[in-house]
């Protein structure tokens, strides 16, 4: 039994499909992954000379610890796949495929964190990010936010969003907005009523679905440079 978030990771190309990137737009763009885990985004990215950088609360830990926690975490979600039938297999055609291509991604993002500790990958809650205001083009979290509406709250919610807001010069990303079994996030609509006149907030349709109904992004936009 884990106790408190996975320490997991995506691969870049589930990035690029979940969030919609066109990557000859982002060329020149400073880019921020929040909560971004062990995925394999950021260290791809900067292979391709992309300017990201990517923040967690557990970037202070070392690369052999986060690796164990990545690959115990991995083995858990896959049993858990396994015993519930109702995730999408499109994206990935079974667990075990999930947990290969996954642990792949982890091992992509340990070399680089050895490498960028400190650098590419800062120790951080989102909901206090060290950078100035109005610091990337495009802020991006994954799997945080309206997934786990149970255990964070609201002000969780609207703090994190703000904070993002904040660092972000163009526009912020979040994926997915359902729950487990395919519920909108009680808290999806009022971020929507919070932000209104504020951002242009849209929901954008997506390339990429694993969970049910989890074919939309939240897209907040600040300038209109769209990305």
């Given at each position: ?89 499109k994206f990935y055609k079974n667990p075990e495929e999930m ?76 994926y997915p907005l359902v729950k487990e079994d395919g519920r ?44």
């Open positions: 039994m884990i106790k408190g978030p996975l320490f997991t990771g995506r691969t870049c190309q589930e990035y690029i499909q979940m969030f919609n990137l066109n990557l000859k737009r982002l060329r020149g763009k400073s880019i921020l992954d929040c909560a971004a885990g062990a995925s394999s985004f950021t260290p791809i990215m900067h292979s391709l000379g992309f300017d990201v950088k990517a923040t967690d609360t557990f970037y202070d830990k070392s690369p052999r610890i986060l690796y164990q926690m990545c690959a115990e975490h991995l083995k858990t979600l896959k049993k858990a796949l396994k015993e519930k039938g109702s995730y999408i297999w947990f290969r291509e996954r642990l792949k991604a982890c091992k992509i993002f340990i070399s680089d964190y050895r490498i960028g500790k400190g650098e590419r990958y800062i120790m951080a809650d989102i909901r206090k990010l060290p950078f100035p205001d109005d610091s990337f083009h495009l802020v991006l979290c994954s799997h945080l936010l309206y997934i786990y509406d149970h255990r964070l709250d609201w002000k969780f919610h609207l703090d994190s969003i703000n904070e993002m807001l904040r660092v972000s010069k163009n526009e912020v990303r979040i909108n996030s009680i808290y999806l609509k009022r971020t929507l009523k919070n932000l209104q006149g504020k951002v242009d907030a849209k929901l954008e349709k997506v390339d990429y679905i694993f969970r049910p109904s989890a074919d939309k992004m939240l897209r907040l936009i600040k300038s209109l440079s769209a990305l």
